[in-house]
């Protein structure tokens, strides 16, 4: 059973930063895909960033992160990070950590996701 553990959530003051790590139970090159995806309360989940990490893979990011946010991999520590920089209000939410793994077709794909930390964006 894969699980992922995001940390790195909590308070921060408008225009600050903060860390979020997503650390997986198996290597993160086995996913084909990892990223974060965001909740706000009564919204729907949105992505926030998602990435191929092999080479040439691509990159997407949701409009709302407008150069402010980064994808990046640490292997030694095999975790996901996310970066958030400008921090608004607006960024407040709860954040999960997504992984996929392809199959034969997508119906066969494996989408694994955290449990989610709380970001909290004060004016």
């Known amino acids: 059973q894969v699980q992922l553990v995001e940390s790195g959530g909590g308070l921060v003051q408008s225009g600050g930063s903060l860390r979020l790590s997503c650390a997986a139970s198996?290597?993160?090159?086995?996913?084909?895909?990892m990223g974060w995806y965001r909740q706000a309360p009564g919204m729907q989940r949105e992505l926030v960033v998602d990435?191929?990490?092999?080479?040439?893979?691509?990159?997407n990011y949701g409009d709302f992160t407008k150069g402010r946010f980064t994808i990046s991999r640490d292997n030694a520590k095999n975790t996901v990070d996310l970066q958030m920089n400008n921090l608004k209000p607006e960024d407040t939410a709860v954040y999960y950590c997504?992984?996929?793994?392809?199959?034969?077709?997508?119906?066969?794909?494996?989408?694994?996701w955290g449990q989610g930390t709380q970001v909290t964006v004060s004016s």
């Open positions: 997504h992984a996929v793994t392809y199959g034969l077709s997508d119906k066969y794909d494996r989408h694994y």
């Open positions: 198996r290597s993160i090159s086995d996913f084909n895909r």
């Open positions: 990435k191929a990490f092999g080479y040439g893979g691509d990159t």
